[in-house]
């Protein structure tokens, strides 16, 4: 009987097989939410506000640049239409189980169906991942971005030629994942000047080609973001003004810090951190 069901589960298509997680993600979603105003969940939903009502950040010397636009539009149009916060917690379980779809995928492509299952249930059962379900936070989508831009990439570098309709995914995928967690656009730039730098080398220039087009256009897609920033700071390749912030306090040399996040109100507080704070 065992082996009957598991015959049976073996041939169900990767879909089929991950829907015991999906149902196991949404009834965390939905039944173990935490508060609407828990860690950063109001900050993107007051950009989501924003875009609904034309903007994104004030202008000088109000701006406001922490997050990038990705993860706020998508909360936008679900405010738009009027769904529940339970929704976009519905939304992480969906953007983690299709995460696992494409890491299943890619998997697949180096080694066979069981071993490919066995290790996207092992990343399915990953134990930290389903405390994010129950907030609106990046993570989920981030984690989806990811493996969608693993996938595609890896698919890109099976052709002969670089299809567009694969160029145009991977490229999107890299561009929406730096709109979402911003510091990646430091990624893309690397990635594009070293694949650049590596193509003029005659031994690595078929396997830099695709990598150059791919982070080319990538970046092309970021340029209405720095377009915008630039408008607002007069600043150059500007992602975001978070970073100032999270480079101080990740290389605090103080004892029992050990780069853990604080606000500005807590620097002030702090008397390790009060002096240059209140000098700034």
Known sequence: MINKLINFYMRLNIYKQLLPLLMLYIIIAIFFPKDANFSDQGRYLGFADCILHGY?????????????????????????????????????????????????????????????????????????????????????????????????????YQQ?????????????????????????????????????????????????KKSVLIFAVAFLFCLPWLSYTYHLTGKILYWSNAGNMSLYTMSSPYANETGQWYTEEQLSKNPNHKLFIDSI
Do not use: H
């Open 56 to 156: 994104y950040s004030l202008p000088f010397p109000d701006i406001n640049l922490w997050n990038g636009p990705g993860y706020p539009i998508i909360l936008a149009i679900f405010l738009f239409l009027k769904f529940s916060y339970a929704a976009l917690r519905i939304l992480n379980a969906f953007l983690l189980y299709f995460s696992l779809v494409l890491s299943y995928k890619t998997i697949n492509i180096y080694c066979g169906k069981k071993q490919a299952l066995l290790f996207t249930l092992l990343l399915g059962a990953y134990f930290p991942i389903y405390d994010l379900l129950r907030i609106i936070l990046t993570e989920c989508l981030t984690w989806f971005l990811v493996s969608l831009v693993c996938y595609s990439f890896v698919k890109s």
């Open 160 to 208: 002969k030629k670089l299809p567009i309709k694969l160029l145009l995914l991977s490229s999107f995928a890299i561009a929406y994942l730096v709109m979402t967690k911003v510091i990646f656009g430091y990624v893309v730039l690397a990635m594009l000047l070293t694949s650049m730098l590596l193509y003029l080398l005659p031994s690595f220039r078929n396997a830099c």
